[in-house]
């Protein structure tokens, strides 16, 4: 019941975002995805990724011969692509057979299995197409926050962002004086976050093809519900960010990238200042803006998932521990250093992250006291956080050493509630108790 409710109610939501796209013109979450059956996908990577997460319910033998499948489909698509000259420039050569092979194990699922086998199937089958359609929903959301939201309000956080000291205009300089090489190797982290996520979901899901169950709570749950709670923010808070609001758009990539060399969009930033020079501390007001550029700085998702690849890479080995610290701190400084993000944004990332895991984990144990205050904080928190971004910037700016350490310790108070919440969950294991030695009878 509950999968099927949630079944139906991704449906409604991808046609809803379908409808909402043809009204500005453009193919939607559906059309897109249905397109990527024939035509090069955009996605090749994100699609073997979720036939890897489909495959955990499912034999080695089984993931051997679906891989076998997939990669032969797309050396056949390849091959008549090839044959008829056909235009690849917007989409990967491969990905048609990952999606493929998707469909087709629902389709067996549907007519070959029964029972325990078909739902745990279709639960596999369902997780890598969620994880699709959710990278399509997310680009065509971020598409109608540019045309919904014709006004940002990127000077209200870039003022409240002096009280942090300006971290985006810091890190941007650094990281523009590493060169091309610090600038693409933080590109290539931030572009493969998904790729960090996958491995961190197959690590949490090596046992269910043992099993023959999911585990209660895993990372998906996690980055599915900051994708579809996000977006929410970005309608109610749009902010573009500074390397657009303050710049033209293109400064690291123009100078320093190997892959592209892209002309300066259309836009109407405040000044071409990020990050040669720091934006000046007066009364902030809302700006009108291009409708190109996607409103999603507040919160920074990137920060979030990152947060909860973090989070859930604790449980594991020690090398996938390091590279979820790793991955959170590359992500992190190039969030700030490629100008896509306020200093302000990162914090209610954490937050927002941090709540989110909150809830998921307290719905999953059964609410009591301590998840109902630790989520009802980090609301709160998170709350005030905007409210404080969009009516108090100018006294923020004006009184640092007092507002910067204040939005600080708002952070860190999450952070020790959530770690101290989550630790009296976790069972303990009691030693075992010694047995008295008992005195010889006479």
């Known amino acids: 019941m509950l999968w099927a409710a949630a079944v139906l109610v991704t449906l409604v939501f991808l046609l809803g975002l379908e409808i909402a796209a043809r009204h500005y013109s453009v193919p939607g979450p559906i059309t897109e995805q249905a397109r990527e059956a024939i035509y090069p996908p955009k996605s090749g990577f994100l699609l073997y990724s979720s036939l890897a997460l489909m495959a955990v319910v499912l034999t080695w033998r089984q993931r051997f011969i679906a891989f076998g499948v997939a990669i032969g489909i797309d050396a056949a698509f390849l091959v008549v692509r090839w044959a008829v000259?056909?235009?690849?420039?917007?989409?990967?050569?491969?990905?048609?057979?990952?999606?493929?092979?998707?469909?087709?194990?629902?389709?067996?699922?549907?007519?070959?299995?029964?029972?325990h086998e078909r739902v745990l199937l279709l639960k596999g089958v369902g997780l890598g197409l969620l994880v699709v359609a959710g990278r399509k929903a997310g680009d065509t959301w971020l598409f109608i926050t540019s045309q919904a939201r014709p006004v940002v309000l990127d000077q209200y956080v870039a003022t409240a962002d002096h009280a942090l000291g300006e971290p985006s205009w810091l890190v941007g300089r650094i990281v523009s004086a590493t060169g091309w090489i610090g600038f693409n190797f933080l590109d290539f982290v931030y572009g493969q976050l998904a790729l960090a996520a996958v491995i961190v979901m197959l690590f949490q899901l090596r046992n269910v093809a043992v099993e023959r169950r999911f585990p209660s709570h895993h990372l998906v749950?996690?980055?599915?519900?900051?994708?579809l709670l996000g977006p929410v923010i970005y309608m109610i808070?749009?902010?573009?960010?500074?390397?657009?609001?303050?710049?033209?758009?293109?400064?690291?990539?123009?100078?320093?990238?190997?892959?592209?060399d892209p002309e300066p969009s259309v836009q109407w930033a405040v000044a071409?200042?990020?990050?040669?020079?720091?934006?000046?501390?007066?009364?902030?007001?809302?700006?009108?803006?291009?409708?190109?550029?996607?409103?999603?700085?507040?919160?920074?998702?990137?920060?979030?998932?990152?947060?909860?690849?973090?989070?859930?890479?604790?449980?594991?080995?020690?090398?996938l521990r390091i590279a979820g610290t790793f991955w959170l701190i590359a992500t992190l400084t190039a969030t700030l250093g490629f100008g896509y993000h306020y200093g302000a944004d990162l914090i209610a990332g954490v937050v927002f992250s941090l709540t989110i895991e909150a809830a998921l984990r307290s719905h999953n144990r059964g609410w009591d006291r301590s998840g109902v205050q630790l989520v009802a904080y980090g609301t709160t928190v998170f709350a005030a956080l905007l409210l404080s971004y969009r009516y108090l910037p100018l006294e923020m700016a004006e009184h640092p050493w007092v507002y910067g350490p204040v939005l600080l310790l708002a952070m860190i108070s999450v952070i020790y509630g959530y770690v101290r919440t989550i630790t009296a969950w976790e069972p303990r294991i009691a030693p075992a108790r010694q047995l008295e030695p008992q005195p010889e009878s006479v």
């Open 85 to 115: 000259d056909a235009d690849m420039t917007d989409g990967h050569p491969f990905g048609n057979g990952a999606l493929w092979v998707l469909l087709g194990y629902g389709v067996i699922a549907l007519t070959r299995r029964t029972g």
């Open 221 to 227: 749950h996690t980055f599915l519900a900051i994708g």
């Open 237 to 260: 808070f749009p902010v573009v960010g500074p390397l657009f609001a303050y710049g033209t758009g293109t400064e690291h990539w123009a100078s320093v990238s190997l892959w592209s």
């Open 272 to 319: 071409d200042l990020w990050p040669k020079a720091l934006p000046p501390v007066d009364a902030p007001h809302h700006m009108l803006f291009d409708g190109i550029t996607p409103r999603n700085c507040m919160p920074s998702l990137h920060t979030a998932w990152a947060t909860a690849i973090f989070i859930h890479s604790r449980k594991g080995s020690k090398f």
